[in-house]
């Protein structure tokens, strides 16, 4: 699936978020819930990936929307270390000179092109550490890749938007993400929301708990 992505740069303070929810949340919608088939991550109508980073130099805070119906996850983690090697191809992107580095993050191997003329120690997600913008970076796999289409420069404020949030930990949250996506009748149940399903005989039956005919594609970007 494709998504529109902005990243925030600012003095001690990033933020991405998805172009697509926030258009989405202004208007009084809720994109990420949207879908033709109640559990049919496959459809090309399917939600973007509803997530939030706030990286400050304290380290990172991920927002999380679930699908679904959920809480919206709140969790921090501290900033990773990168351990980039730099190589000798380049190449060019929307006009700017780039060098290749690769890097192992997370059970993932990232490819990033930066910019050595943009003397900006950021990038998309969580990626940094570079003597450079980074304005290209995907996974050997090709599963995930951000590309960067223009720059703004400007002076605007960075706001953290104010959810209900359900705090947890990095570790909870990849555990509850996970049941949502695997077992979204047992993430159904866990929230106290009670579901039924057809049971071929005119009447209706409740999910077992192994229950994966309905189960969503799960591949998230950090493995490990």
């Given amino acids: 699936h494709e998504n529109r992505r902005i990243v925030e740069i600012g003095p001690g303070l990033q933020k991405e978020y998805s172009l697509i929810l926030e258009t989405s949340e202004m208007a009084g919608?809720?994109?990420?819930k949207q879908t033709d088939g109640?559990?049919?991550?496959h459809d090309p109508?399917?939600?973007v990936n509803p997530f939030e980073l706030y990286i400050t130099p304290d380290g990172i805070t991920v927002i999380h929307k679930t699908m679904i119906i959920g809480p919206v996850l709140r969790w921090q983690e501290d900033t990773p270390a990168f351990g980039w090697q730099l190589t000798s191809d380049t190449c060019t992107i929307m006009g700017y000179p780039c060098q290749k580095a690769v890097t192992e993050f997370r059970g993932r191997v990232w490819h990033a092109w930066f910019c050595p003329s943009l003397p900006v120690d950021s990038g998309p997600y969580k990626f940094r550490g570079l003597p450079g913008l980074i304005l290209k970076?995907?996974?050997?796999?090709?599963h995930f890749s951000w590309t960067m289409t223009g720059i703004e420069k400007g002076s605007w404020p960075i706001y953290e938007k104010q959810y209900l949030f359900q705090k947890c930990s990095p570790k909870e949250a990849a555990k509850?993400?996970?049941d949502m996506y695997l077992r979204p009748f047992v993430f159904l149940k866990n929230t106290g929301i009670r579901t039924l399903l057809p049971d071929g005989k005119e009447g209706a039956r409740e999910p077992g708990d192994n229950e994966y005919s309905v189960a969503m594609y799960y591949d998230p970007i950090e493995l490990d």
């Fill in 29 to 32: 919608h809720n994109a990420w």
């Fill in 45 to 47: 109508d399917s939600p």
């Fill in 176 to 178: 509850i993400l996970k």
């Fill in 38 to 41: 109640a559990f049919d991550s």
């Fill in 137 to 142: 970076v995907q996974d050997s796999e090709k």
